[in-house]
């Protein structure tokens, strides 16, 4: 059985589906590593958003850097990776 009416009786009907661990479990390396280069469109978006104050030394404890870690998830796309 279609889990969608026909299109002639419901135009609007739509099927919404949830891809959760997607992209986790097909990324690889090398996406990665293209994505975090400081050309990339993500990082030249990121810091659009959240721009670096200042030259404070580098840790990974440091409150600018870990927001940028996470920051980059939600920013970047992933549209090549449902492509592949």
Do not use: C, W
């Not at 690889?28 to 994505?35: C, L, R, V």
């Not at 990082?43 to 959240?50: G, H, S, V």
């Not at 721009?51 to 850097?65: L, T």
């Amino acid at each position: 059985m279609p889990l969608l009416q026909d299109p002639l009786i419901n135009s609007y009907a739509t099927l919404i589906t949830l891809f959760m661990n997607v992209v986790d479990e097909n990324i690889t390396d090398q996406d990665i590593m293209a994505d975090a280069t400081p050309h990339s469109l993500t990082t030249k978006r990121l810091l659009k958003y959240l721009p670096i104050k200042g030259m404070a030394p580098f840790s990974v404890y440091e409150p600018n850097v870990i927001k940028l870690l996470f920051a980059r998830d939600t920013i970047a796309t992933y549209d090549h990776i449902f492509d592949r």
